[in-house]
């Protein structure tokens, strides 16, 4: 028996072994770069509302006072302001007002506006009351009647609606004839000259 394929068979195996578990050293391989940050992004960003201008408080200043949440109670419309007053004619009095005009005349009264009670004033801001721009009434009782007269239909509008339904949405008693007490035409209109 021959040694020699037994040999080459032990030596093909040995270096196979070398080159399997390594043998010499392997080449160092570069690590890789440590990952970086995301890139920073440097334009500003865009504003999506409009910058809102500081202005520092005026200490002289009131804060504004709440609107008033429901109509007035008895004696209170003298006490508020021009803003709670101006606040409670647009929710209160003004589409009961509209809808009490529309009701009496649609086609005279299809718009219905805060000039139509307070005239100049409604567009000055002052709505000063009682208005020299509407009608002028009869000074007395007795002039009421020929007046009366001349226009039973607008007088009882006035009398019986308008006049009652203002002075309870500005809590105030309706006009008494028997002691000229109370929220009446002269409230809103001027007396005529005697």
């Known amino acids: 028996m021959t040694y020699r394929p037994l040999a080459t068979l032990v030596a093909a195996v040995v270096v196979g072994f070398a080159a399997a578990c390594g043998g010499s050293e392997p080449t160092p391989v570069a690590p890789p770069p440590p990952p970086t940050a995301a890139p920073v992004d440097t334009t500003p960003p865009v504003a999506t509302t409009p910058p809102v201008a500081s202005t520092p408080p ?100 006035m009398m019986k609606q308008v006049s009652p339904t203002t002075a309870s949405l500005l809590g105030e008693a309706p006009f008494d004839i028997k002691t000229g007490q109370g929220f009446g035409c002269h409230n809103c209109h001027t007396a005529a000259a005697k």
């Open 58 to 157: 005026v200490a002289s200043t009131p804060p504004a006072e709440p609107p008033p949440p429901t109509q007035p109670g008895p004696g209170d419309w003298d006490k508020w302001s021009h803003e709670q007053k101006l606040a409670w004619m647009k929710v209160g009095v003004m589409p009961k007002a509209a809808q009490m005009f529309h009701d009496y005349d649609p086609a005279k009264y299809a718009d219905v506006k805060c000039g139509l009670c307070h005239g100049a004033g409604a567009k000055d801001g002052s709505f000063k009351m009682p208005n020299p721009d509407l009608p002028k009434l009869p000074a007395s009782m007795a002039g009421f009647k020929p007046w009366l007269a001349k226009h039973p239909k607008m007088g009882d509008f």
